[in-house]
């Protein structure tokens, strides 16, 4: 059971948290999701977007010591938004970083980890991370948290049904705890980065 120490907190800077907005914007453009419903996503598409920009940006840096990773996999996906990133986030491995922005004044234990259908492949391992912001303020804020909780194999998740639609999902409870990229499996991870670095780890 994953414990409150092994959570990792992470700081995306001014200059990343700028990045993360610009990213947002770009993908955007035409967005849609598999977690809200088609009103809701009208509403929070740039929320879920940002979210899932600075959990992405900030398991980079935890796992590789950069964002070097997360510029890499954005500039493929600009190149071509319509096309499928094969529902991996850093070139060559077989994750896939799931992160929401905390709405809930409740322990980030307490969350789920939740893979969207379509979005579960059986090869692959997820990260569950989590941020927490307001629209209203990030403009202009000069930093933000990230906090990178832990991973989890796919045959880990529970198929349940989630606001109607068919999920997988696990409690962060269950986790495993993700101190540094050597604590994934080497069967998800990109066998050509040697020199893989865990900031503080």
């Given amino acids: ?12 800077d001014s200059a990343e948290l ?20 088609k009103e809701d996503r009208a509403v929070t598409l740039i929320e879920d977007q940002i979210s899932g920009h600075a959990c992405h ?14 510029l890499e996999h954005r500039d493929v996906a600009n190149a071509s938004p319509y096309a499928s990133d094969g529902h991996v986030d850093f070139a060559g491995t077989k994750i896939d970083v799931k992160g929401g922005n ?6 980030i234990l307490d969350y789920n980890l939740i ?3 379509n979005e579960y492949f059986d090869d692959l391992c997820y990260i569950s991370a989590l941020t927490k912001f307001s629209l209203s303020e990030i403009e202009n804020k000069d930093s933000l948290k ?10 880990m ?17 269950f986790l495993h705890p993700l101190p540094s990229y050597s ?19």
Avoid at 22 to 28: A, G
Avoid at 58 to 70: E, F, M, P, V, W
Avoid at 193 to 199: D, F, G, P
Wanted: hydrophobic share 40%; with cysteine; proline share 3%.
């Fill in 146 to 155: 990230v906090v990178i909780i832990g991973w989890a194999s796919a045959d």
């Fill in 102 to 107: 905390k709405r809930k004044d409740k322990s």
């Fill in 115 to 117: 893979v969207p259908a």
């Fill in 1 to 12: 059971m994953l414990l409150k120490d092994d959570i990792v907190p992470i700081t995306l």
């Fill in 183 to 201: 604590s994934i499996p080497s069967v998800y991870r990109d066998h050509r980065i040697s020199n893989a670095v865990c900031l503080g780890g």
């Fill in 18 to 37: 700028k990045e993360v907005l610009k990213q947002s914007k770009l993908s955007s453009i035409g967005g849609r999701s598999n977690a809200r419903s």
């Fill in 157 to 173: 998740l529970e198929e349940k049904i989630f606001f109607g639609k068919k999920k997988y999902m696990l409690k962060n409870y």
């Fill in 57 to 70: 940006m900030a398991a980079s840096k935890h796992l590789y010591g950069s964002i070097k990773n997360y």
